[in-house]
């Protein structure tokens, strides 16, 4: 351990007074004299108590998923350097609060008084958008003609029958 402070200097050399062990040593005698009154947390008393976590997603009350209602549909658009439309819906949950949250994937058929799902899932480039809601399950249906990351946008597999469409910025040859 290193020396925590010093004293004087000899020529080049310098003269430690108390080592990391022993100025720790000292302080245990020193709680020890003292008693009570004086305590190190972690070393002579209780650890340090921390401070709760705050919860992220306080209206999924620590659920996977929450139901509710469309109360209305509208667009938002991002943060500084993105630009877009964003599609968004605020809902009146299960619970009785209400809430926003984002419609993701491409198109949606969503209207006022849908029956849907939300789960947690932060948006970073739109302000206080916490939610997204889940493609597939409801009144939501899927993101029609996904071909890859299915599972995330509620879409079926596709049938070998039907011919392949063409994909989107699919890869080039």
């Known amino acids: 351990l290193k020396p925590i402070f010093r004293l004087r200097k000899r020529g080049s050399h310098s003269i430690a007074m108390a080592s990391g062990r022993r100025f720790l040593l000292a302080l245990c005698l020193l709680a020890a004299v003292?008693?009570?009154?004086?305590?190190i947390p972690g070393v002579t008393g209780p650890p340090k108590k921390r401070p709760k976590p705050?919860?992220?997603?306080?209206?999924?009350?620590?659920?996977?998923?929450?139901g509710g209602i469309v109360t209305r549909v509208y667009t938002m658009s991002p943060k500084k350097p993105?630009?877009?439309?964003?599609?968004?819906?605020?809902?009146?949950?299960?619970?009785?609060?209400?809430?926003?949250a984002y419609i993701p994937g491409e198109g949606h058929s969503l209207q006022e008084f849908a029956s849907v799902l939300m789960r947690g899932g932060r948006r970073r480039d739109l302000v206080g958008m916490r939610y997204n809601l889940v493609r597939g399950a409801r009144d939501l249906q899927g993101v029609v003609g996904r071909r890859q990351s299915r599972s995330k946008y509620g879409t079926e597999k596709p049938s070998g029958d039907e011919p392949a469409a063409p994909a989107k910025g699919g890869k080039k040859r």
């Open 82 to 100: 993105n630009s877009a439309i964003r599609k968004v819906c605020r809902l009146k949950l299960s619970t009785g609060t209400e809430t926003i």
């Open 34 to 39: 003292l008693g009570p009154c004086f305590q």
């Open 54 to 66: 705050r919860d992220k997603r306080q209206e999924l009350q620590r659920c996977p998923q929450k």
